[in-house]
DNA sequence: TTGTAGGCGTTATCAA
DNA sequence: TTGATAACGCCTACAA
């Protein structure tokens, strides 16, 4: 209200408090500001003695050089940007750690917005990400087609996670979740599962789309499928046990980890053996997966080394390099404990 | 190589490739870049004519308003940043998740800095976050006293997570460890256990030295303690199993819960029953705790709220307000299916 | 209501 | 080797 805009901004109080400029430190050292702008950047072409009085300047005044100004005068801000749908999701925790620490050997930093799940809010928060960083990773699963396009179509280099866009050129690193669930498809029939539940993600998840068709055409006179309504969190797992239950599958198929732990646990309190009575699978492989109990039988999508090939999509295009090809990465089925023969009694 | 000073970053390539300018819109609309400032930042004092003009030639052209050069001129940036020593523990995980979502509700985003337990790095981390943002949280539960105390010396805003320092007034959000250690010491002592293993975190961490001291303190007179050396990781507690039985023990205190989470892993590899034969306990109520198998009893820290807390110092700095006084939570036992009576045989 | 002009802090060009 | 000086793109008194 205070503020004329409008905006709930806080007082954009214009010169910082006593912040040391390279005006101040020119001054007190003597010299021009352009030779404590060569000195601060280790430029060889200073005399030792001003190099000296300079640093000293500096010193005295706490001077650092203003990462804003330095932003503006190079063009660049050292800055990438991502977005994820959910920071509190394991996949998601992943691929940000592995563009992290790959764009941290560049000594690039990263910027995060989180959309909550709220599509609607990810072109603002895209635009907003962008306009403070050199280059941005999109993960948005559930933003429409038409809005992904827009969004996508600027200048900024925009790197594109886990969902395709076509006709534009927009560097995408992308997962084969066909060929993740078509491996699950084959190793529970193997194990003479003839009743399989799919515990499904959210409807709209493009994700989800591909796992249940695949899994449903894999599966195909092999064992019958019955879906149950699902999402993407523990919750939605732990209390779809019951109606998965009711359909007498042998074999649960999880959308992904988190849901296919959420089944785990419930399946425990209710003293069902896992995978003596039910067998279980999950998707993604996240760190936790190993350390179920019983350990869970997924299929390892190599969350951190995608964030890492967004960073070298990204990097290439802000070094002015060739673009590096679409990757995209074929999981392969992680058998763990979760999972067992069909029980011989029906 | 190419690069004249040695950095190896990219091409600082100035005039950002085509970018339109607030002088282009200006130029188009025929009016002044003041008025296109006015209208793009939606000041009423604006013809609706004009207004009109600039939208239509602001969208024509594509023109966004660049981040960089407004936080010039306005003195912030609109961000804040936070360094964390392990992007990959749930723990900081979920501060970041806290801090991101109440920074995000100002329409502040975070930059964030993983010095990957490398806690000789934090202090340049920390400098150059600073440079970019305008406040900084920071988690270095390693970092020596002396350093901190230079790092926090600034007048940038600073917040400091789950570590103190006396003396300069610098914001602090903590927890009480031993609050939480004597819960469990209580808890165990309760349930008859005799003989108790604490499994410890790393040497260096100062969490680790209070969470030991307290249960040894707590437990003197109440049951034996055996120390087994640990770590911070899943793994570490894996490992430590063996060794942790040889001790005779019943009950098993973790340092955290990703280490009791190990313990509970290797435990039932062994066919150990939990808390039949042993207890286990953790610490800090990641989200996983709950869905362990079986659940992890701990104690819950409230880990988003401290990401929150810390927001809200860093935005009082911010709009100048008076300086909330320091929050230290008391975190609570959390009693779930991992602890329960002592077993009677010995 | 609009435009002019100066400033934000730094880097880079070009003479000297 | 050093120093003026002009960008970089935007915001904001101040004047009209």
Redesign the pocket.
């Known amino acids: 209200m205070s503020s004329p805009?409008g905006h709930r901004g806080p007082p954009?109080r214009?010169?910082?408090s006593g912040?040391?400029?390279?005006?101040?430190?020119?001054q007190a050292a003597?010299?021009?500001?352009?030779?404590?702008?060569?000195v601060?950047?280790g430029?060889?072409?200073?005399?030792p003695?001003?190099?000296e009085r300079v640093r000293a300047a500096a010193a005295a005044l706490g001077?650092?050089?203003?990462?804003?100004?330095?932003s503006?005068?190079?063009?660049r801000t050292g800055v990438v940007g991502i977005i994820v749908p959910d920071l509190g999701n394991p996949v998601f925790q992943a691929v940000l750690r592995g563009l992290s620490s790959a764009a941290g050997d560049r000594d690039y930093r990263v910027l995060i917005a989180d959309s909550h799940e709220r599509a609607e809010e990810e072109p603002i928060l895209a635009r907003e990400i962008r306009r403070r960083s050199d280059g941005l990773v999109l993960c948005a699963p559930r933003m429409p087609d038409e809005v992904l396009r827009q969004v996508a179509t600027v200048r900024t280099p925009v790197v594109l996670l886990n969902r395709r866009l076509d006709g534009l050129g927009v560097p995408t690193v992308s997962v084969d979740h066909a060929h993740g669930m078509r491996a699950i498809a084959g190793h529970l029939a193997g194990l003479g599962h003839r009743r399989v539940a799919y515990l499904s993600g959210p409807a709209n998840s493009a994700a989800n789309r591909v796992r249940l068709a695949t899994l449903r055409t894999a599966g195909t006179g092999r064992f019958a499928l019955h879906q149950v309504a699902g999402g993407a969190h523990f919750e939605d797992g732990h209390d779809a046990v019951e109606r998965i239950l009711a359909t007498g599958a042998t074999a649960v198929v999880g959308y992904n980890d988190l849901v296919a732990y959420g089944a785990l646990a419930r399946l425990a309190e209710l003293g069902r053996s896992v995978p003596g009575e039910v067998s279980v699978t999950g998707f993604d492989d996240i760190p936790f997966a190993r350390y179920a109990n019983p350990s869970l039988t997924t299929v390892a999508i190599p969350l951190e080394e995608l964030g890492r090939q967004a960073w070298n999509r990204l990097w290439a295009h802000l070094a002015g390099e060739e673009p590096s090809p679409d990757v995209q990465f074929a999981p392969e089925l992680v058998v763990r404990h979760s999972t067992g023969p069909a029980p011989v009694a029906r």
Do not use: C, F, H, K
């Open positions: 805009s954009s214009r010169r910082q912040r040391a400029t390279i005006g101040a430190v020119a003597g010299v021009s500001r352009a030779t404590v702008s060569r601060m950047n430029l060889p072409t200073v005399d003695e001003l190099v001077y650092e050089p203003d990462g804003t100004a330095q503006l005068a190079l063009g």
